[in-house]
């Protein structure tokens, strides 16, 4: 069951939302403000964050550049508009305050069942990214040219050195990256980032932080907000 983060300043608030999130065997987290949960900065869960101010936009620009979780963020009675702009942010989902426990649990299993894997691939490539900082500069030179030219030979015109060096430099980083083959040592380096795909992807125009399970429920707000 993962852990979900509650982040509120205001100290009734907060301790009623963790009874409601204990009561549904969710283990919470209290945290008073969002620069005590980046101190702490857990590596997996929820975030459910009180909105106000611009605290859970900053809070998902700064998650975007560290470690990615999904937020979600509540107030009372909130207004249609604030809820599109949050969403567009890269909030995952919205929801009311008070909040009950079928709400909650509902917006909870369909979050939990959405970012399952977007939290594995996430466990991937920071694994990846370990294992690609024990790399010297030109080893990671090497592994990135392992997959536009392929052959030690290809590799070795292309940088002006030997194949035997070539060789040499391949051995290294596959023993470093623990891995048999050069299929698998790509695919640390495409986990990890080394080709900078990361960068590719943003730009495409979907955004990619969208919360999963909310989409539906975004393309309707957005519509309300429209019209």
Same mark, same amino acid.
């Given at each position: 069951? /993962?852990?979900?983060?509650?982040?509120?300043?205001?100290?009734?608030?907060?301790?009623? %939302?963790?009874?409601?999130?204990?009561?549904?065997?969710?283990?919470?987290?209290?945290?008073?403000?969002?620069? &005590? #949960? #980046? *101190?702490?900065?857990?590596?997996?869960?929820?975030?459910?964050?009180?909105?106000?101010?611009?605290?859970?936009?900053?809070?998902?620009?700064?998650?975007?550049?560290?470690?990615?979780?999904?937020?979600?963020?509540?107030?009372?009675?909130?207004?249609?508009?604030?809820?599109?702009? +949050?969403? *567009?942010?890269?909030?995952?989902?919205?929801?009311?305050?008070?909040?009950? +426990?079928?709400?909650?649990?509902?917006?909870?299993?369909?979050?939990? /069942?959405?970012?399952?894997?977007?939290?594995?691939? *996430? *466990?991937? /490539?920071?694994?990846?990214?370990?294992?690609?900082?024990?790399?010297?500069?030109?080893?990671?030179?090497?592994?990135?040219?392992?997959?536009?030219?392929?052959?030690?030979?290809?590799?070795?015109?292309? #940088?002006? %050195?030997?194949?035997?060096?070539?060789?040499?430099?391949?051995?290294?980083?596959?023993?470093?990256? &623990?891995?048999?083959?050069?299929?698998? +040592? %790509?695919?640390?380096?495409?986990?990890?980032?080394?080709?900078?795909?990361? +960068?590719?992807?943003?730009?495409?125009?979907?955004?990619?932080? #969208?919360?999963?399970?909310?989409?539906?429920?975004?393309?309707?707000?957005?519509?309300?907000?429209?019209?």
């Amino acid at each position: 069951m /993962s852990k979900v983060y509650v982040v509120d300043d205001d100290a009734v608030r907060r301790a009623q %939302i963790c009874r409601l999130l204990a009561g549904e065997n969710i283990h919470p987290e209290p945290f008073d403000s969002i620069n &005590e #949960l #980046l *101190q702490f900065m857990p590596s997996q869960g929820f975030i459910l964050v009180h909105d106000q101010g611009e605290g859970v936009f900053e809070l998902v620009q700064r998650l975007e550049r560290g470690r990615w979780l999904p937020v979600i963020a509540y107030s009372d009675l909130p207004e249609t508009a604030r809820i599109v702009s +949050a969403m *567009q942010s890269g909030v995952a989902s919205y929801v009311t305050y008070p909040l009950t +426990a079928v709400e909650f649990r509902r917006e909870y299993d369909k979050l939990n /069942s959405a970012f399952a894997t977007k939290f594995a691939k *996430q *466990q991937r /490539s920071t694994a990846a990214r370990k294992m690609l900082e024990t790399l010297s500069k030109r080893e990671r030179e090497i592994l990135t040219c392992m997959l536009d030219h392929g052959t030690s030979k290809a590799i070795a015109r292309h #940088l002006g %050195i030997s194949p035997r060096t070539v060789e040499a430099h391949r051995a290294s980083l596959m023993a470093r990256l &623990e891995v048999r083959t050069a299929a698998q +040592a %790509i695919r640390i380096a495409v986990e990890g980032d080394a080709f900078g795909l990361t +960068a590719e992807v943003s730009t495409l125009p979907d955004n990619v932080t #969208l919360g999963i399970a909310c989409h539906d429920r975004y393309e309707e707000l957005v519509e309300q907000v429209s019209a």
